[in-house]
């Protein structure tokens, strides 16, 4: 599946946005969907995932203040982040899997399809 994110920016700390990620070449809806983020200088780190069943993940430093879902019908995947923090900087990838496990969902490897990236930074 090819996905694209879209919808970072620049944006004030406390402030929210948006992003989604549209996939083609294959319904999404077998899929576990997943939003990763990477910021200068750091590894990769897992943000949050929704399985097909519509269960959702978070990454400890954003439960509470992002939220992600999927919209099959659209082929899309979401991430709303609100209270945005300077610490939330990063490129954020949109990520898919088909074989992603309870116990591997936060890990880099078990996602095969990934998005080109939409950079996001939070400054005053």
């Known amino acids: 599946v090819q996905l694209q994110a879209c919808g970072g920016g620049l944006v004030q700390p406390g402030g929210s946005l948006r992003l989604s990620c549209a996939a083609s070449?294959?319904?999404?809806?077998?899929?576990?969907l997943a939003w990763f983020r990477q910021a200068p200088g750091k590894e990769r780190e897992f943000v949050a995932a929704?399985?097909?069943?519509?269960?959702?993940y978070y990454g400890d430093s954003v439960k509470g203040r992002f939220t992600i879902s999927r919209d099959n019908a659209k082929n899309m995947v979401y991430l709303q982040m609100n209270s945005l923090r300077p610490e939330d900087t990063a490129t954020y990838y949109c990520?898919?899997?088909?074989?992603?496990?309870?116990?591997?969902?936060?890990?880099?490897?078990?996602?095969?399809?990934w998005g080109q990236g939409t950079l996001v930074t939070v400054s005053s």
């Open positions: 990520a898919a899997s088909s074989t992603v496990i309870l116990s591997n969902i936060k890990n880099l490897g078990a996602y095969y399809d």
């Open positions: 929704v399985r097909r069943s519509g269960h959702s």
């Open positions: 070449g294959r319904t999404l809806s077998s899929l576990t």
